[in-house]
């Protein structure tokens, strides 16, 4: 079978911040990393192959260093990776990273089953995973915390979408598209063999060129959003600490604030 | 098409290098470059002391006219028949936009799917000049398949120029979606919206970066303008709105489903829904053993509230992942939370740190929850928590 994982390279969102003065982004010394809902995607994967055999291939949009990201799920045991990297598709917004991925998804045809992360740690939006599926017209099955079964002769998977008040059991056709929480998995770590051949992979880039794609649909210009402006979240309002209160007197002055907020 | 460098006003002073999110700035051989990872964001524009940035405006080649699209939609989301809160909210924040961009009066549509939902009329006293119910025994639970297809076929019909929907489960699955299939915009997850008269355009602004960074988005070319909007942002109107409007019938036909719905497993506890939740009750790994839990789950029961959890707690077992708040858990903004026993690392404080009134428990001073807690208590959560369950049930006459 065939297994496609969709990655995105990162920046650790936890370390990103906003100048308050100039109002922009500072990025100085902040590590890239695979966004961490992919990995459960790419788990899941390999626990597929491992099952019923087959490959796992990743992909992944961006600037050529998100090669490294690709390598990193290699050394997981990701059979092969493809770069889908050129400066016309800088700028892409979810609709845009959506079409140029399901175009590359299409020329790798013959899949059986498309994972992507939830959301990217970046952008937080959830909504390439979808895109990806209605272009390509397939099903799909988003936040998906696990995966009954997968019947490779029905060519069928059940699976435990997450919803806010429970989860919802569907069955879907294959090929689909699935979109992962954290609670499906335990990723593995890097094996040594895996860090080797992480070492060793040829990872080729697909341009433009090789897209069926329209110069209009892909990057900055395909794209629908425009960010105008970035700013800092506004300040919280300086805390009051109250460090050597005895328990009771703790405990009122807790209630009191749930008492002038009407709760009490 | 591209970020454009006047090199005579260069004066090569690096300013602009620390301030790319993508660090695509880069001084080779005495000229400043931008590298192929611009993403076009305009964060350095501003920076340049000498103007010598500018982001060239794209051509975009859309042959849609916007004037042509009118009215202001809401996906009204309905679960097992009853119409949810969010959708309430929606309407309130309809209004608003309806309001500012009144040329002459812009009419606020709700949407509704579903065959069997108690008083779609509902809708109207919330803010809806009319309601389109699509109704058909398909659409009774949501199904993405045909939800999105009957939605973007109204849309192409009909031409709203905004759409909204709630950023829950659903509205995240859904509008992706739909966006695709009418070539739209769609800007995720929003906690503000605003109306630029001048040009018309909604303003819609969104965390990212974790909670990091916020960032205002516009869509110029494509209608129409969707976002889903964060639940419990929004307000619902305080008055119920008086329209004669109507709740117009439709039906649809050809729906297919290539997605077998099974079962819907509520959750085990009636605790689960965070995202819903006026009131959180937190607990950490420094309730050290999973049944101190039932401290948390007493001191939320009496508040009414939800109960929560560290990734910490969640990945001990000591509680389901559907409580878990945080960057690999939900994201959370309730009127009060409480956080007992939770150190308040990064990746929890994103989830969290823009409810209303954050309220902390921890034995450490040093702890970073203290950083965002607008009352921090600097204890044993053992000792503080039972004295607190009690008081609140003195003041509540219960117990
Ligand atoms: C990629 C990634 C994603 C992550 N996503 C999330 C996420 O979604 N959500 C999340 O929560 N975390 C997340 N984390 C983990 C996060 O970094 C922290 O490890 C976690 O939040 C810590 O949980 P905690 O505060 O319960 O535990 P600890 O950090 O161990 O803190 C326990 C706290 O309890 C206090 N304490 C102990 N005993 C008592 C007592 N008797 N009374 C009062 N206070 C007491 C201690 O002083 C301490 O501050 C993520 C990490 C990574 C790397
Ligand atoms: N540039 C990209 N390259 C590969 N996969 C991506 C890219 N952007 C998003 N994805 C996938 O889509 C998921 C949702 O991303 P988002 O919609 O940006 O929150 C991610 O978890 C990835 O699996």
Same mark, same amino acid.
């Given at each position: 079978m065939k297994f496609i994982v969709c990655i995105k390279q990162v920046p650790d969102t936890t370390e990103v911040r906003v100048d308050p003065e100039k109002n922009t982004l500072i990025r100085e010394g902040v590590p890239a990393m695979v966004n961490p809902f992919d990995l459960y995607a790419v788990e899941e994967a390999l626990l597929f192959k491992e099952k019923f055999s087959g490959e796992v291939i990743a992909v992944s949009m961006g600037p050529p260093q998100a090669e490294q990201a690709l390598r990193e799920v290699i050394s997981m045991g990701v059979d092969r990776a493809i770069l889908i990297s050129d400066v016309k598709f800088a700028g892409a917004d979810t609709w845009a990273t959506a079409l140029t991925l399901s175009a590359a998804i299409r020329k790798i045809a013959d899949y059986d089953l498309i994972l992507t992360g939830k959301q990217a740690a970046d952008g937080d939006t959830a909504q390439v995973g979808p895109g990806i599926a209605e272009f390509l017209d397939i099903p799909q099955a988003t936040f998906v915390r696990k995966v009954e079964e997968l019947d490779p002769g029905a060519r069928v998977i059940r699976v435990q979408s997450m919803w806010e008040e429970g989860s919802e059991r569907l069955e879907l056709p294959l090929p689909c598209l699935i979109s992962t929480v954290k609670e499906l998995n335990e990723p593995r770590l890097p094996s040594l063999r895996g860090k080797m051949a992480a070492k060793k992979a040829e990872i080729p880039v697909w341009t433009f060129d090789d897209l069926d794609v329209k110069e209009s649909d892909v990057g900055l210009q395909g794209s629908?959003?425009?960010?105008?402006k970035v700013f800092p979240p506004p300040a919280r309002e300086e805390g009051e600490l109250f460090a050597d209160t005895e328990p009771d007197e703790a405990a009122k002055i807790i209630a009191d604030r749930l008492s002038a907020k009407g709760l009490i | 098409m591209g970020l454009k460098i006047d090199h005579d006003a260069c004066t090569l002073c690096e300013e602009c290098i620390p301030s790319c999110p993508f660090g695509s700035l880069e001084i080779h051989s005495g000229r400043l470059v931008v590298l192929e990872t611009c993403t076009l964001c305009g964060a350095c524009v501003p920076v340049c002391p000498v103007n010598a940035l500018e982001v060239e405006e794209v051509e975009r080649s859309v042959g849609i006219d916007p004037s042509q699209w009118r009215g202001i939609w809401v996906f009204a989301e309905q679960r097992r028949g009853e119409i949810q809160s969010c959708s309430f909210e929606l309407l309130g924040a309809a209004r608003a936009l309806s309001e500012k961009l009144n040329v002459p009066v812009t009419a606020v549509t709700a949407v509704l799917l579903g065959s069997d939902v108690r008083d779609p009329a509902q809708l109207l006293k919330a803010g809806a000049d009319e309601v389109l119910y699509v109704k058909n025994e398909e659409l009774s639970r949501f199904g993405v398949e045909p939800y999105s297809k009957v939605i973007a076929r109204l849309i192409t019909e009909r031409k709203p120029e905004i759409f909204l929907g709630a950023a829950t489960f659903i509205g995240r699955s859904l509008f992706s979606r739909i966006a695709v299939k009418v070539q739209a915009g769609l800007t995720a997850d929003c906690t503000g919206l605003d109306i630029d008269t001048e040009k018309r355009l909604l303003r819609q602004t969104r965390p990212a970066f974790g909670g990091n960074i916020m960032a205002t988005i516009v869509?110029?070319? %494509?209608?129409?303008?969707m976002a889903t909007v964060r639940p419990k942002v929004m307000k619902p109107l305080a008055e119920p709105y008086s329209s004669s409007g109507t709740v117009t019938e439709l039906s649809a036909d050809s729906l297919t489903n290539r997605v077998k719905f099974l079962e819907f497993v509520l959750d085990d506890t009636s605790h689960a829904n965070i995202s819903e939740a006026d009131i959180i009750v937190t607990g950490g790994r420094g309730l050290q053993d999973p049944k101190n839990f039932s401290l948390i789950q007493e001191l939320a029961d009496l508040l009414g509230g939800a109960v929560g959890a560290s990734r910490s707690a969640v990945d001990a077992g000591?509680?389901?992942?559907? %409580?878990q708040v945080g960057q690999t858990g939900r994201t959370v903004s309730p009127k009060i939370y409480i956080a007992l026993g939770v150190s308040g690392a990064i990746q929890h404080l994103v989830g969290m740190q823009s409810s209303d009134y954050i309220i902390a428990v921890n034995k450490d001073p040093n702890a970073p929850i203290f950083k965002v807690a607008d009352v921090g208590i600097v204890g044993d959560l053992f000792e503080v928590v039972p004295q607190l369950v009690s008081e609140i049930k003195q003041r509540k006459g219960v117990g």
């Open positions: 629908p959003t425009q960010v105008i | 869509c110029p070319e %494509h209608r129409p303008q000591w509680i389901n992942y559907s %409580h």
